[in-house]
T-cell receptor, first 110, second 116 residues
Framework: DAKTTQPNSMESNEEEPVHLPCNHS???????IHWYRQLPSQGPEYVIH???SNVNNRMASLAIAEDRKSSTLILHRATLRDAAVYYC???????????FGSGTKLNVKP | GAVVSQHPSRVICKSGTSVKIECRSL??????MFWYRQFPKKSLMLMAT?????????EQGVEKDKFLINHASLTLSTLTVTSAHPEDSSFYIC????????????FGPGTRLTVL
């Protein structure tokens, strides 16, 4: 069952940073935090994942709270192509069974 | 990242018929694949875990005789929707992973099933 909560929707202006929050207050010590995004009529696309430390890759940054009960996905400069539904998922890395929550629909305005 | 394909991308069938959907990992071997379904404007729902060489593990509430899963090889899993009905119309998505080289799951592009 989904254990994460996210805002239903967020809006951003193009070229500006976006901070997408996620609460995972029941996360256990060995659960990873994964972020995926989905465009309409497509399969989800991997964005980033982490365990305890903040993570950076070419797509985004992931800031994980010290108590690990929440995290924030950071898109440094939103583009129109970043408009999608973003899912935050906690999963045991060895099983990787994903129970998706409702996600956040990000709208990017030109 | 790795590539996962699904075939067909969309299928329309008559009520009562069976439909098979294929999920392939194109450039890596996956001992584990997952099947999800997604209704319009809803999130993905995990249906089952497909394990190569053994029986699939179904999530609570998913009928195993209705949704037959066969993980024939390290690169192929199939989902057969048996005796399909209009309420089975949905977007079916598979994923593969983790594997020896990747920690994350890679998702296929999805299959749109419409049952008339």
């Amino acid at each position: 069952d989904a254990k994460t909560t996210q805002p239903n929707s967020m809006e951003s202006n193009e070229e500006e940073p976006v901070h997408l929050p996620c609460n995972h207050s029941t996360i256990s010590g060995t659960d990873y935090i994964h972020w995926y995004r989905q465009l309409p009529s497509q399969g989800p696309e991997y964005v980033i994942h982490g365990l305890t430390s903040n993570v950076n890759n070419r797509m985004a940054s992931l800031a994980i709270a010290e108590d690990r009960k929440s995290s924030t996905l950071i898109l440094h400069r939103a583009t129109l192509r970043d408009a999608a539904v973003y899912y935050c998922i906690e999963a045991k890395n060895n099983f990787n069974k994903f129970y998706f929550g409702s996600g956040t629909k990000l709208n990017v305005k030109p | 990242g790795a590539v996962v394909s699904q075939h067909p991308s969309r299928v329309i069938c008559k009520s009562g018929t069976s439909v098979k959907i294929e999920c392939r990992s194109l450039d890596f071997q996956a001992t584990t694949m997952f099947w999800y379904r997604q209704f319009p404007k809803k999130s993905l729902m995990l249906m089952a875990t497909s394990n190569e060489g053994s029986k699939a593990t179904y999530e609570q509430g998913v009928e195993k005789d209705k949704f037959l899963i066969n993980h024939a090889s390290l690169t192929l899993s199939t989902l057969t929707v048996t005796s399909a009905h209009p309420e089975d119309s949905s977007f079916y998505i598979c994923s593969a992973g983790p594997s020896e080289f990747y920690n994350e799951q890679f998702f296929g592009p999805g299959t749109r099933l419409t049952v008339l």
